[in-house]
T-cell receptor, first 119, second 107 residues
Framework: EVQLVESGGGLVQPGGSLRLSCAASGFTFNSCEMNWVRQAPGKGLEWISYISTSGSTIYYADSVKGRFTISRDNAKNSLYLQMNSLRAEDTAVYYC????????????WGQGTLITVSS | DIQMTQSPSSLSASVGDRVTITCRASQGIRNYLAWFQQKPGKAPKSLIY???SLQSGVPSKFSGSGSGTDFTLTISSLQPEDFATYYC?????????FGQGTRLEIK
C-alpha cells in the first residue's frame, strides 16, 4: 500500500525556520517524482515545489523561491522541505504528493501537516 | 503562468443527479489535466489524469473529457459521499496550477 506520511509541522514565529519530512513506503520511491502542495485555511490548493527522481531537477513557485528548499534522500525513502524566513502567509497545511510519471501526474497524497506562522 | 478557471465555483445538486464541472486553461495544455476531490479536513484524492483516464480504484461514475484549453468533469448518479470540493490542475508546464475549486453541495 502506498503511504506518504508528513511530519515536522507546528507553530513557528515569523522569520523562523522549519523542516518538513515526508516518509514514503509501499512503492519504489526513487522512481517517482515528488511535489509539495499547500493549502491555506479555507483556501484552494497551491503547488509550491517539485523534485525529479534523482533530485537533479527542481522547481519552485515564485511565492517560496529563495526561502524554501526541496530535497530527497532516496536511500531513506524520504522527501524534505526546508522552510526559512517564514511569513504569516505561509500558514497552511502542507502535503507531499507523488507523481507516477509526467503523463499520469499526481496519484497519491500524504495526509498533510499544518504549519502556523504566528507570533 | 497558466491560469486555470473552474466553473461554477459552487453547485447544489440532489442525490441521483448528474453534474458537470468545467475547467478552462489560459493556454493550451494538451491533455495534461487532472481532477481531484477533497472532503473537509482531508487530503485531496486523485480522480482523473490525462483529462479522461481514471486513477486506479476510482469508480466509473466519474468521467473527464477535453483537450487543449477546455475540460469537463462529469459525475453521474450523485451519492452522499460525492459531495465535496473538486479541483482541476494542469501539469503540462511548471509551475503547476490549480483551479480555484468547485464546491458541490447537497440541495
Amino acid at each position: 500500500e502506498v503511504q506518504l506520511v508528513e511530519s515536522g509541522g507546528g507553530l513557528v514565529q515569523p522569520g523562523g525556520s522549519l523542516r518538513l519530512s515526508c516518509a514514503a513506503s509501499g512503492f519504489t520511491f526513487n522512481s517517482c517524482e515528488m511535489n509539495w502542495v499547500r493549502q491555506a485555511p479555507g483556501k484552494g490548493l497551491e503547488w509550491i515545489s517539485y523534485i525529479s527522481t534523482s533530485g537533479s531537477t527542481i522547481y519552485y513557485a515564485d511565492s517560496v523561491k529563495g526561502r524554501f528548499t526541496i530535497s530527497r534522500d532516496n536511500a531513506k525513502n524520504s522527501l524534505y522541505l526546508q522552510m526559512n524566513s517564514l511569513r504569516a502567509e505561509d500558514t497552511a497545511v502542507y502535503y507531499c504528493a507523488r507523481m507516477s510519471g509526467s503523463y499520469v501526474g499526481t496519484d497519491y497524497w500524504g495526509q498533510g501537516t499544518l504549519i502556523t506562522v504566528s507570533s | 503562468d497558466i491560469q486555470m478557471t473552474q466553473s461554477p465555483s459552487s453547485l447544489s445538486a440532489s442525490v441521483g443527479d448528474r453534474v458537470t464541472i468545467t475547467c478552462r486553461a489560459s493556454q493550451g495544455i494538451r491533455n495534461y489535466l487532472a481532477w481531484f476531490q477533497q472532503k473537509p479536513g482531508k487530503a485531496p484524492k486523485s480522480l482523473i489524469y490525462a483529462a479522461s483516464s481514471l486513477q486506479s480504484g476510482v469508480p466509473s461514475k466519474f468521467s473527464g473529457s477535453g483537450s487543449g484549453t477546455d475540460f469537463t468533469l462529469t459525475i453521474s448518479s450523485l451519492q452522499p459521499e460525492d459531495f465535496a470540493t473538486y479541483y482541476c490542475q494542469q501539469y503540462d508546464i511548471y509551475p503547476l496550477t490549480f483551479g480555484q475549486g468547485t464546491r458541490l453541495e447537497i440541495k
